[in-house]
């Protein structure tokens, strides 16, 4: 499980989140949203701690994996940020590296160098991100050649090869049409079952069909978390509903 316990964080003084305490079970997706600046990103951010390389940010409180602290000052970030995977709003694919050299960079930076492993890992990664059949005849060729849906599949590609335990990602399907959304949710249901799964979307619809449990930020505060199916139907709070039936937002 991935777990936050009265998380804050702050960027130069100013609060962003104001004490959050959430579980993410495994096996499951949980969807974060909740309006534009509410702290989305940021909490999802802090959960691989990237915060670390941001000048002037501060972030206390626990983030656990599996009842291990990963803000410890004995755990080194870089093996935490290949725990914890993450995707991005916009595919970021290295421009620079071949469909395969991308998918196995990762690895080649913690020092894999055996040929066969590489290519191995490569395909299991490709296969898991529904990305093999498509690009198994390219992996020479510029990524820049994929399609944005293709890119954004090659990215998770290039995290699963890791072998991560948490799936991070940062509304992964905004920039994306509806085909593409649809292979990138089906990858999600099936990352699932093997994967923490946590995304942020301002799409509801997305958080609707797509999540397991929801949570629902506002200005830097947890308003309201549950299944999801009771979150869209019959949540507790009015504000939750006001939110998720279009009435601000």
């Known amino acids: 499980m991935l777990a936050c316990q009265?998380?804050?964080?702050?960027?130069?003084?100013?609060?962003?989140?104001?004490g959050v305490t959430l579980d993410f079970p495994a096996q499951k997706i949980s969807a974060i949203i909740g309006?534009?600046?509410?702290g989305?990103?940021?909490?999802?951010?802090?959960?691989?701690?990237?915060?670390?390389?941001?000048?002037g940010a501060k972030v206390t409180g626990s983030v656990t994996l599996n009842g291990r602290e990963i803000y410890d000052g004995a755990e080194d970030p870089v093996l935490i940020r290949r725990r914890i995977g993450?995707?991005?709003?916009?595919?970021?694919?290295?421009?620079?590296?071949?469909?395969?050299?991308?998918?196995i960079s990762g690895l080649r930076l913690s020092g894999v160098g055996n040929r066969a492993l590489l290519h191995e890992a490569a395909e299991k990664a490709l296969v898991d991100a529904a990305l093999w059949d498509e690009v198994k005849d390219r992996l020479k060729s510029s990524p820049m050649s994929l399609s944005g849906g293709q890119q954004q599949r090659l990215c998770i590609a290039r995290a699963?090869?890791?072998d991560p335990e948490v799936l991070l990602m940062d509304e992964p399907c905004s920039a994306l049409d509806p085909i593409a959304t649809a292979k990138?949710?089906?990858?999600?249901?099936?990352?699932?079952?093997?994967?923490?799964?946590?995304?942020?979307?301002?799409?509801?619809?997305?958080?609707?069909?797509a999540s397991d449990r929801t949570a629902f930020l506002w200005m830097g505060e947890l308003v309201e978390e549950g299944e999801t199916e009771a979150i869209f139907t019959s949540p507790k709070k009015s504000m939750t509903e006001d939110y998720i039936t279009g009435r601000f937002g």
């Open 86 to 103: 993450m995707v991005f709003q916009k595919a970021n694919p290295f421009p620079t590296l071949s469909i395969f050299e991308n998918t």
């Open 160 to 162: 699963l090869a890791v």
């Open 184 to 209: 990138i949710e089906e990858l999600m249901f099936r990352l699932r079952e093997r994967l923490i799964v946590v995304i942020v979307t301002h799409n509801m619809q997305q958080a609707a069909r």
């Open 6 to 18: 009265n998380l804050k964080i702050e960027f130069d003084r100013k609060p962003v989140l104001k």
């Open 35 to 38: 309006p534009s600046g509410c």
């Open 40 to 55: 989305k990103s940021t909490l999802l951010r802090a959960f691989n701690r990237m915060h670390d390389l941001t000048p």
